[in-house]
């Protein structure tokens, strides 16, 4: 009401009245946004959101109701509001962003773009689509007690990727398969598991033994024996963890014991291993039958799931799980695969089992389901009270933004304690775009250090151009005088080539590769850096950052601006990227770095 | 008293409230699931805190306004449908209010706080109010804080919002910090096998203790003295503001109007000069920047004021992590929100 107040607010009202926005994201920060934007006088909102409510979301998204659970969230939301704004005008989408529907002449409809997401990989999309229609984005995300906005816009601010963002935390396989020293070692163990035996087998996702670990050799020759031993085995010789399975009809004691005891007297002979680590225990089903004792009474005051559990109780947990999946496997047919659900009972029982009893057998204290919940599923603890601030202050950078004072927008960053100056809420000043920034300088370029006749086509594809630099649907020509199409977007045009190597098409070192994604107006040029000497488990990488050493607390906070990322990543680590393991962890910032007039936000994964 | 009955959580809850118990505790989510708060006020400030309680589970929250629904409070906030014009302002949010969490009891009080005996407010447990008067707030601030009852005021005038606590002489709570871990030093087995990990997410509560003064020494702050004029360089004019705003409810009894912004401007202009000079200070300490920007209850200012004052009331009643003291003050102007203390030392 009070922007009717002034002649120069009337055009802000009136900007208000007319326009287009777009709210990406129907979720904890989306509903708030949602009521902030009508009660504002916003009248033309479209919100779009793939995702289904779940009753967890009922905490904090409160346009949602229990007896909406499982409904579409940008339907619901819409609905909500219009109960007590029955005037605005709301297109609800229940779709995702990235479907190349919502091209850049759809971006285009809009004078402002603001982002409720919760992954990185939409935030690069709308990012993208945002500089292609150059529409102004506000960017925010929150954690727990943290929060932070931000404006994008195109030519005058940094873009969401002008800072590279601490890449996602990955383990090396021998750490996995031979030597956790760490509860989440395990139960990633048991996510890829669960894959082996129940949904889609990834090469990345091994859980047997690793003959070929390099720290199980006595010397170098036989490090190298051990490694062409283990590439030679390939697959015609070893059975797949699923036809293994399988063979056995998923049988759960058969299973517990190669898992929990053979693999394990297997690994004890790799001997130079436990040289200096404490060594596993293999663990023997009927030995433990034999001594199991009656459970102890659970404490009443805690939550059922934080029961952490003893060694029997797992190993039939392990077995009723096993089972459950075993039928519903058998109920989706011949050749069914499940997708592994955190929210799935049997799916999380099986991890939780499993995870501990390697736990177990490392040496390693036990883990409720409550907490194995937490780290298998990347959950970030989320209360009402931070998205309502943050969403506020959404309206308001979006108010500045209409009435034409972009000079005025800034971050902002929503902290647990008031820093040294006082201050709760620490405004900062917009960094201009970078200049080598690989998406949105004027003709974006990257080196990337790669083994040619190692990398394969579909490598480049999913690995680098998809997961690493965020493209939806890419081309890919090599400029090699005769435009070479690598790799093709239309569906089957280029299959062929996905299994053969870089080097076959003639790519080698100092070639150079034009990357285009038409959907984001996007190309990218890479420069290849061919390289026989990656670190093990490291196909490529990108020169230029070191993406993989955490940045010490008192380094320039500038260098890792970024964006809570939000839970949805990292779900699966894999060990295609640095092997490094960062020792980044949940949204606790070290002191020093609350007290810095920039403080940044990490990325929070929690794993 | 908070009570602590019925200590175990139902799966309802323990599946609504998973999050953030994953945030503050199960030990937390208890505490304020024992307590009852009052609210005072279904503005636009208020409604953003019955939301935040509401959802957070407290045990019950009682909506006091005797105010009515016009048709600007329909547009002020989203607990009040559009049909409900004439009706009182409470009870016309109390449905929407319930269906935000079916396990609060939610109730609605028609009257005015100045009205309530003073045994009214012995039933809560924490008391926020917003839209009062200073003198109401101070009193009912003096009656709480002597039965131990946690106070919390706050409004938002425009671009500008604060928020106040007082939550006792001696206010215990727990911060959670990292523990620390020791350095294993068991490698006297000759093959060097170490202890079991210790796992570095590990945390510990630790025990401390606050003091809050009341509101009326909160506000009566000398600043004649030559330390509290030293002090000033980094006060938060926004204090100052509030005083001002203040004054000019207590004078109209209502707030800055933009139906007749012009005089009220002027009254600003005004009150402005005359707080400041009861004070002992310059009126240059507050320009007339303000006066444009402070009339009616911006929904986004709302927003991220009842953000941080229904977390506050959250952490007050769960006992846990360290509470702002005893100020909070938000200028969405400039993006700035302070936390600071007045009051003696």
Not at chain 1, 458 to 481: N, T, Y
Not at chain 2, 252 to 261: A, E, F, L, V, Y
Not at chain 2, 306 to 335: I, T
Request: aromatic residues 8%; glycine residues 6%.
């Amino acid at each position: 009401v009070f922007i009717l107040l002034f002649p120069q607010t009337w055009k802000l009202a009136d900007s208000l009245y007319t326009c287009k926005v777009l709210v990406v994201g129907a979720g904890g920060i989306g509903c708030e946004l949602l009521k902030n934007l009508v009660l504002t006088g916003f009248k033309n909102i479209e919100v779009i959101d793939l995702d289904t409510i779940d009753v967890s979301n009922l905490n904090r998204q409160f346009l949602f109701q229990k007896k909406h659970v499982g409904k579409s969230k940008a339907q619901v939301a819409k609905e909500s509001v219009l109960q007590f704004c029955p005037s605005a005008n709301i297109t609800a989408y229940h779709d995702s962003i990235m479907n190349p529907d919502y091209n850049v002449e759809f971006f285009r409809k809009f004078m402002l773009v603001m982002n409720a997401l919760d992954n990185r990989a939409a935030r690069n999309h709308v990012n993208r689509m945002c500089l292609a229609a150059d529409v102004p984005l506000i960017e925010s995300g929150t954690a727990g007690y943290l929060g932070q906005v931000t404006v994008i816009k195109k030519g005058l601010t940094e873009c969401y990727e002008c800072q590279p963002k601490p890449a996602q935390k990955t383990f090396p396989g021998c750490t996995i398969r031979n030597t956790p020293s760490e509860p989440i070692h395990c139960i990633v163990w048991a996510k890829y598991l669960f894959n082996q035996l129940f949904g889609e087998e990834d090469a990345d996702q091994e859980v047997s033994p690793d003959t070929a670990d390099p720290e199980a050799a006595w010397n170098p020759e036989e490090a190298t024996a051990r490694a062409s031993a283990s590439e030679k085995d390939g697959d015609v010789k070893r059975v797949s963890t699923k036809e293994w399975a399988r063979s056995t009809g998923y049988d759960p004691i058969k299973l517990f014991n190669k898992l929990f005891k053979d693999d394990i007297m297997y690994l004890l002979t790799m001997d130079k291993l436990w040289k200096k680590r404490k060594a596993p225990t293999p663990l023997d089903w009927t030995q433990l039958e034999n001594k199991a004792s009656p459970q102890e009474e659970s404490p009443a005051s805690g939550l059922k799931d934080q029961q952490v559990l003893g060694v029997w109780g797992c190993c039939q947990l392990f077995k009723h799980s096993v089972e459950t999946l075993r039928s519903e496997l058998r109920e989706k047919g011949d050749n069914a695969e499940l997708v592994w659900d955190k929210d799935d009972p049997a799916a999380m029982d099986f991890v939780t089992s499993a995870a501990n009893l390697r736990m177990h057998i490392f040496s390693m204290n036990m883990k409720s389901r409550f907490d194995v919940k937490s780290m298998a599923g990347n959950i970030i603890p989320a209360i009402a009270t931070t998205n309502a601030v943050i969403a506020g202050l959404i309206v308001l950078e979006g108010l500045k933004i209409l009435s034409g004072e972009l000079e005025s927008c800034r971050t902002i960053f929503l902290n647990k304690c008031p820093n040294v100056r006082k201050k709760l809420l620490v405004p900062c000043v917009l960094d201009p775009p970078s200049k080598n920034c690989y998406v949105c300088a004027s003709k974006p370029e990257v080196t990337v250090k790669l083994n040619v006749q190692k990398t394969t086509v579909l490598s480049l594809q999913d690995r680098i151009l998809k997961e690493r630099f965020g493209m939806v649907a890419p081309d890919v020509q090599i400029e090699d005088g005769k435009g070479t199409i690598l790799i093709s977007s239309e569906e089957g045009e280029t299959e062929a080539n996905n299994s053969k190597y870089l080097s076959d098409f003639g790519i080698r070192n100092g070639s150079r590769l034009q990357s285009d994604d038409f959907l984001q107006d996007y190309t990218l040029l890479i420069n290849v850096l061919h390289t026989e000497e990656l670190e093990r488990d490291v196909e490529f990488e990108v020169v230029g950052e070191a993406p993989d050493k955490a940045p010490p607390p008192q380094s320039n906070p500038e260098e890792v601006n970024s964006i809570t990322n939000g839970n949805k990543d990292s779900a699966q680590p894999s060990t295609s990227s640095k092997g490094q393991p960062q020792t980044r962890k949940t949204q606790k910032l070290p002191d020093d770095l609350q007290f810095t007039e920039k403080p940044s936000l990490y990325c929070f994964f929690y794993y | 008293m908070i009570e602590k009955e019925d200590p175990i959580i139902s799966e309802e809850e323990a599946a609504q409230y998973d999050r953030q118990i994953r945030l503050w505790g199960l030990d937390a989510q208890k505490r304020l699931r024992g307590s009852r708060v009052l609210l005072a006020g279904l503005g636009g400030l208020g409604a953003e805190v019955a939301k935040n309680l509401i959802l957070a589970g407290v045990k019950g929250l009682t909506l006091l306004d005797h105010e009515q629904v016009t048709e600007e409070s329909c547009r002020a906030q989203f607990l009040v449908p559009v049909s409900a014009r004439g009706q009182n302002r409470a009870q016309a949010s109390l449905e929407r209010a319930q269906n935000l969490n079916p396990m609060v009891e939610v109730h609605a009080d028609p009257g005015r706080v100045e009205d309530k005996p003073d045994d009214f407010f012995l039933q809560f447990d924490a008391v926020c109010l917003t839209g009062c008067s200073r003198d109401l707030m101070v009193r009912v601030d003096q009656l709480c804080s002597q039965h131990r009852i946690k106070v919390f005021c706050g409004d938002v005038y425009g671009y500008y919002g604060y928020m106040f606590c007082n939550l006792g002489q001696e206010y215990s709570y727990v911060e959670e910090k990292p523990k620390v871990v020791k350095p294993s030093g068991d490698s006297s087995d000759g093959s060097g096998a170490k202890k079991a990990k210790v796992d570095p997410n590990e945390t510990t509560m630790v025990k401390k203790t606050a003091s809050f003064c009341t509101l009326k020494e909160a506000l009566e702050v000398d600043w004649t003295t030559e330390k509290a004029k030293a002090a000033l360089k980094k006060t938060p004019v926004d204090y100052f503001l509030l005083h001002v705003l203040l004054k000019f409810r207590t004078d109209k009894g209502r707030d800055p109007d933009p139906q007749s912004s012009e005089e009220d401007g002027e009254l600003l202009r005004q009150i402005r000069s005359d707080v400041l000079d009861a004070l002992g200070l310059s009126a240059s300490l507050l320009n007339d920047d303000f006066i444009s920007y402070c009339f009616s209850e911006m929904s986004p200012v709302c927003a991220v004021v009842g953000g941080v004052l229904g977390q506050e009331v959250v952490k007050a009643l769960s006992q846990r992590d360290v509470p702002h003291r005893n100020f909070f003050f938000f200028d969405g102007r400039k993006g700035n929100g302070m936390v600071d203390y007045f009051g003696p030392n």
